[in-house]
């Protein structure tokens, strides 16, 4: 059974510019959730997709936007990066939008 | 709103004591209970899980954890510790219905420190 797993492992970036980050989730899975994790916290849920639809959303603006393939791997893109988008950017994934929820090693993104 | 308060930041303890990390929540709905340990540049690794039934859920790597309806309680707990459970710790809860749109909230997390 292979896990989720999520590229790349790190990034860095400069304000303003774009960033894509990947995520293909464990074998069988059909839901991907993303997470931002600041230092020093715990992670904090941005969006589910389900089928190639956003399922649910948290409190993130429009800037961090989504899309999910037929393979369920899914991608993250921040646009307009801000210094405080600097995080730990993890991938969970489930099957048919049932707990647990299983997750990647992240993507650590770095804003200069 | 749904909220999950960890209650210690860190907690050290000398290798082959026992330790509990202690975790309440706060829902207006019913909730799954979670606990996540996160190692090192690592992600994280589901310890256990509190879905129903049994109130006393049993995990991996010797954890365990009650279930506290009365005081809104999940605390993780393990007789004896080990170094290599040295770990950021995490307390989380996904709403009963809702099919996780709402995603996993996650208390700020237990810094287990596990000392020869």
């Known amino acids: 059974e292979t896990g989720v797993t999520q590229s790349p492992t790190h990034l860095i970036k400069t304000r303003g510019q774009q960033v894509t980050l990947r995520c293909s989730s464990q074998?069988?899975?059909?839901?991907v959730s993303w997470y931002q994790q600041a230092l020093g916290q715990g992670p904090q849920f941005i969006f589910q997709?389900?089928?190639?639809?956003?399922?649910g959303r948290g409190n993130f603006p429009p800037r961090f936007s989504g899309l999910q393939f037929p393979n369920y791997s899914s991608e993250l893109n921040v646009n307009a990066l801000e210094l405080d988008d600097s995080a730990l950017y993890l991938c969970?994934?489930?099957?048919?939008?049932?707990?647990?929820?299983?997750f990647g090693d992240g993507t650590r993104l770095s804003i200069l | 709103a749904q909220s999950v308060t960890q209650l210690d930041s860190q907690v050290p303890v000398f290798e082959e004591a026992p330790v509990e990390l202690r975790c309440n929540y706060s829902s207006s709905v019913s909730v799954y209970l979670f606990w996540y340990v996160q190692y090192p540049n690592q992600g994280l690794q589901l310890l256990l899980k509190y879905l129903s039934g049994s109130t006393l859920v049993k995990g991996i790597n010797g954890f365990e954890a009650e279930f506290n309806k009365s005081q809104t309680s999940f605390h993780l707990r393990k007789p004896s510790v080990h170094i290599s459970d040295t770990a950021e710790y995490f307390c989380?809860?996904?709403?009963?219905?809702?099919?996780?749109?709402?995603?996993?909230?996650f208390g700020k997390g237990t810094h287990l420190i596990i000392q020869p």
């Open positions: 074998s069988g899975h059909n839901t």
């Open positions: 989380a809860l996904g709403p009963y219905s809702g099919g996780g749109a709402d995603g996993l909230t």
């Open positions: 997709y389900y089928r190639e639809e956003e399922n």
């Open positions: 969970a994934s489930s099957l048919d939008r049932d707990w647990p929820q299983h």
